[in-house]
């Protein structure tokens, strides 16, 4: 069993930053796969990013490639989100997630943390 926090969400104007952070219990984390999502109203889960056990390498999405940024902390369970050059339709229910398998799905992941609220303003 698997529990994460994320923290870190917030009201940002357009072209600003914001680090999103998720914290998990328990001894396995290194042995998880973590993976950023957002949900905006009326739309589906999408992954935004993920990165793989040791953190050797990430996957970001083609709509945050060269602007987001995944990395992991093994030792202190957490995974983070750097969102910079952040544009309103960023805004939306940013969720991270646990997996054992390397996947951009979210029916992969079998553990999800509560949501953070991220509001980018024009």
């Known amino acids: 069993q698997v529990q994460l926090v994320e923290s870190g969400g917030g009201l940002v104007q357009a072209g600003g930053s914001l680090r999103l952070s998720c914290a998990a219990s328990?001894?396995?984390?290194?042995?998880?796969?973590m993976g950023w999502f957002r949900q905006a109203p009326g739309k589906e889960r999408e992954c935004v990013a993920a990165i793989t056990w040791s953190g050797g390498k990430t996957y970001p999405a083609d709509s945050v490639k060269g602007r987001f940024t995944i990395s992991r902390d093994n030792a202190k369970n957490t995974v983070y989100l750097q969102m910079n050059s952040l544009k309103p339709e960023d805004t939306a229910v940013y969720y991270c997630a646990a997996a054992r398998s390397l996947s951009l799905r979210a029916g992969t992941y079998d553990y999800w943390g509560q949501g953070t609220q991220v509001t980018v303003s024009s």
């Open positions: 328990g001894r396995t984390f290194s042995t998880y796969v």
